[in-house]
């Protein structure tokens, strides 16, 4: 009798630690970590529209933008493809490619963020071949120099045979053509420094084959930063555009390192040389990031959705900002520590630049054929505008990506009911006691002070109950939601919920899920 009565005193504390398992807790305190979100954080490097209809920034960018010739719209991507210059871009007047960015850009409402080549040479032809056969003096046949200042009047059609192409009349370009670009809040044009110097010697080694040094990066940034900036004083310049961690921390094994860390030798130089000009060169810091985390050995951001591959994924954004979290990476292995991504540049940049901001101008976290892609991109956009990131543009892979695009993972914060309903734009503070398990994001909107919306993730293969705590916000009697599941790569609607009391309501995550709650008030 005894052995019964302790086994069902032992079942009984099972099922309550099971049951407990599925139960979190979500504490949302509206008058703690206020501070706006950068609609810019909503932002693509493919023209926005069909998929992509309610992205806020899109870039032109990548590895074609780096010998890209504004003049004739000819260019290279480098060993990305073959080495050849071709007509990738259509168009033959100057800034061809450019004008149909920008207005795309502009009739959906967002801003543009364009690449200014440094690199020293564009293409000076189409010819669709490997500029490399084209005998030991290639560089002067298939390519024109790429200057930072003309030095003399500008012309809106200059020669496309001449040798040189200047990127300051380039800048003056979009500045005469696009006035509205540094006055419209909505419709920004901005310009960032190249595409990922760090590893010019391996995809552009048919223009520079030597490895980028920490010098030669900082004097090409001073020169064409200064260029932008007296043609368009009030146009924001980002940099470096780093590729990923090792360009962040050495720029890909720099020869003039010296065990200095790159972010924190950039960011002096660039302080330095823009006291010295009397003006800020650089206004935001400009990386990549690919995580580099692996589940059994496959790395997350490929299309696989085998079960190990899945739960890196979906760990993966908290290597972003958790000082808690050490993912299984190279990085970790080498630096036997936490990545933590946004905090510790914003450390660098606190204590040797203060007031740069910080931009992903690429990011990709695999998976976008499966619902953990989808939970994987929510999580980010959630983080960024939690943590304050100025800008980001997704890259999208080569893979179909359905449960990324902007009506899916995308759309739970900007067009969750396909009415163009959207996460507010004031951040507030909304902590989860089971990050493992669970992420949670909170919002006001500026414009209806009546509404509340969050942002809850499931990342487990079960149902998870939360209990949400609401202090300091208005009374709020009732929630919509809308919820991404891998049932269908699309927001449904789970219909309405009343908000009984105001500072309390339960909420039950489906498995594997990112919903978003509407609250408003009475």
């Not at 790395?299 to 739960?311: C, K, L, M, W």
Request: aromatic letters at 10%; proline letters at 7%.
């Amino acid at each position: 009798m005894r052995r019964v009565i302790f086994l069902s005193i032992l079942l009984g504390f099972i099922g309550q630690a099971a049951l407990a398992q599925n139960i979190v807790h979500f504490t949302i305190d509206a008058q703690r970590d206020v501070h706006p979100i950068s609609r810019l954080i909503y932002g693509v490097n493919q023209p926005i529209g069909q998929q992509w209809t309610h992205a806020t920034f899109e870039r032109f960018g990548g590895n074609r933008t780096t010998e890209y010739n504004w003049i004739t719209n000819a260019s290279n991507a480098g060993t990305d493809w073959h080495c050849i210059s071709d007509d990738y871009y259509p168009g033959k007047t100057p800034g061809a490619a450019i004008a149909s960015l920008l207005k795309n850009a502009s009739d959906h409402n967002a801003g543009a963020l364009i690449t200014v080549p440094i690199i020293g040479y564009v293409a000076a032809d189409e010819n669709g071949d490997d500029v490399r056969t084209s005998g030991p003096n290639y560089l002067q046949t298939r390519f024109h120099q790429s200057a930072p200042v003309k030095g003399a009047p500008f012309t809106p059609t200059p020669d496309p045979n001449a040798p040189v192409v200047y990127q300051d009349e380039f800048v003056n370009w979009v500045k005469v053509n696009y006035p509205y670009g540094q006055t419209d809040a909505n419709r920004p044009i901005w310009f960032t420094l190249d595409n990922e110097p760090d590893i010019w010697a391996e995809n552009h080694r048919e223009v520079h084959p030597k490895k980028t040094t920490y010098a030669e990066l900082i004097e090409r940034t001073i020169a064409y930063a200064t260029a932008i900036k007296n043609v368009e004083p009030n146009a924001l310049v980002f940099g470096p555009a780093n590729y990923g961690w090792n360009g962040y921390v050495s720029l890909q094994d720099a020869l003039d390192r010296q065990g200095r860390d790159f972010h924190i030798f950039y960011l002096q130089e660039m302080a330095k040389a823009s006291a010295a000009a009397g003006k800020r060169l650089i206004d935001a810091v400009d990386i990549h990031y690919y995580p580099e985390a692996t589940g059994g050995g496959v790395r997350v951001i490929t299309p696989d959705s085998a079960p190990a591959v899945v739960a890196a994924r979906l760990q993966a954004p908290r290597s972003l900002w958790d000082p808690d979290y050490m993912e299984t990476s190279w990085i970790t292995k080498k630096i036997h520590r936490p990545i933590e991504v946004i905090p510790e540049l914003q450390d660098k940049i606190t204590v040797n630049f203060p007031g740069t901001k910080i931009a992903i101008s690429e990011y990709n976290f695999g998976g976008g054929g499966d619902i953990s892609g989808g939970i994987a991109e929510a999580d980010v956009l959630g983080i960024f505008g939690r943590t304050g990131v100025f800008s980001a543009n997704e890259w999208t892979n080569a893979a179909p990506e359905p449960f990324i695009f902007i009506d899916v993972g995308f759309a739970m914060f900007r067009d969750f009911d396909g009415k163009d309903g959207s996460f507010g734009d004031t951040s507030i503070s909304a902590i989860t006691d089971n990050v493992p398990d669970t992420s949670i994001y909170a919002s006001l909107d500026s414009a209806n002070p009546n509404r509340m919306v969050l942002v809850a993730i499931n990342k487990t293969g079960h149902a998870i109950t939360a209990d949400v705590r609401l202090k300091g916000s208005k009374p709020l009697s009732s929630a919509v939601v809308y919820q991404l599941t891998s049932n269908n790569p699309s927001p449904v609607s789970a219909g309405s919920m009343p908000v009984n009391d105001p500072t309390h309501f339960t909420y039950t995550m489906p498995a594997y899920s990112v919903s978003t709650i509407n609250l408003v008030a009475p």
